[in-house]
């Protein structure tokens, strides 16, 4: 299994989370499976990884200069970006990671995610489900730093090797011609021969950057990072919002195509069985159908490749997310759905590993005063 050497943990750790005062512990969260029927090789690897992690960085506290590393773990809350349940457990750093969260109360310490987040202003999160809507609240509220790494796996670690400055730069040169934007016109191409528009509307919002480095307390972000992102207007104000248009979406090989108004996809087409369960998903679920994120990734000019996982995949291009915005400044949250398992932040990737069939013709930018630009890497 490939993994960081103890000097590139080190560095890692310096560069992502710049010392601040009163900075004295250091948590890696992760989350377990209910029972080992639920378990899966990654997850098992990734959990074998993040225990690695705390007992190699524990035992190098003053490289550090933190007081304590402290690896805690949650039983999964089964979907991406749902909210964290109220208790954590803390592994007594003599005792092995348990496989399952049913062994968790016997083998662990119990404590609340509160009482974590008040005396915790660094925090990891290799996880299997994205847990990074709730820390980014949380980060918010307790005044904490995380990084969060849904789905990480050790064919992600060269993402934790590639010069952070530059990704620094480019992605702050993104965010910049993104809060400049009121609008962005983006035109898709299927199989080279079909056309679709779509129109989403960037009044009333700044972007944000996922640069990989969270030099200041209140932030928390992926890992890892390497794009600008923004949440469309949702129509929150007096003014309706203007996103609109057809949105192509491959699913497996099939193309499903939504039509949005007001950034909601109202109906979702097409000949599949896919067609029909995401049609049934926003019956179901109304606000699964908002648009929550335009995104911008950078990693794919530094020679990253996509691992089929979307916590790297996504930071290679373009992407749309659907569903929960509130934790990047939009109004959609875990009151909009029915119930905490039914939340869900779902990024549509349009790059040609994960939709071959699907090509991005052209993204224009227009700003206040109406000139139009086209969005290009070359540029930035």
């Not at 959990?47 to 039983?75: I, S």
Request: glycine residues 6%; aromatic residues 10%; hydrophobic residues 40%.
């Amino acid at each position: 299994m490939e993994n960081l050497s103890l000097d590139e943990l080190i560095d890692l750790i310096r560069s992502v989370f710049p010392l601040l005062p009163n900075d004295r512990f250091l948590g890696i969260l992760i989350d377990l499976p209910k029972n080992k029927e639920e378990d899966n090789y990654d997850w098992m690897i990734r959990r074998k990884m993040a225990t690695e992690w705390a007992d190699v960085l524990r035992g190098n506290l003053k490289a550090l200069d933190l007081d304590d590393v402290r690896l805690f773990a949650y039983p999964n809350v089964g979907s991406n970006n749902a909210e964290l349940p109220s208790w954590a457990y803390l592994r007594k750093w003599w005792r092995p990671l348990p496989s399952s969260a049913s062994e968790l109360e016997e083998s662990c310490i119990k404590i609340s995610f509160e009482e974590i987040f008040k005396k915790v202003k660094i925090i990891m999160a290799p996880t299997q489900y994205s847990a990074t809507a709730p820390l980014k609240n949380a980060a918010r509220k307790f005044n904490l730093r995380a990084a969060t790494m849904p789905g990480f796996s050790p064919a992600m670690i060269p993402t934790l090797k590639i010069d952070y400055s530059e990704v620094n730069r480019r992605v702050l040169k993104i965010k910049a011609k993104l809060d400049r934007a009121e609008a962005a016109e983006v035109i898709f191409s299927v199989d080279n021969r079909d056309e679709y528009k779509m129109l989403f509307d960037l009044r009333f919002r700044n972007a944000h950057a996922s640069t990989g480095r969270f030099p200041d307390r209140g932030v928390a972000g992926n890992l890892p990072s390497g794009e600008a992102y923004i949440v469309p207007y949702e129509g929150e104000k007096e003014e309706q919002s203007l996103t609109q248009g057809t949105l192509p979406v491959q699913i497996d090989n099939n193309i499903v195509l939504f039509y949005i108004k007001e950034n909601r996809a109202i109906k979702a087409e097409g000949d599949s069985p896919a067609a029909e369960e995401e049609q049934s998903h926003l019956t179901k679920e109304p606000a699964y159908g908002n648009m929550a994120e335009l995104g911008f990734g950078v990693l794919k000019d530094f020679g990253i490749l996509p691992v089929g996982k979307i916590l790297q995949d996504e930071k290679l291009g373009f992407h749309i997310a659907f569903g929960r915005s509130e934790h990047f400044g939009g109004i959609i949250g875990p009151d909009d759905f029915s119930s905490p398992k039914e939340v869900i932040h779902l990024d549509r990737i349009y790059i040609s590993a994960t939709q071959p069939r699907i090509t991005v013709q052209s993204i224009i930018l227009q700003d206040k005063k109406g000139v139009k630009s086209s969005y290009s890497t070359l540029d930035i």
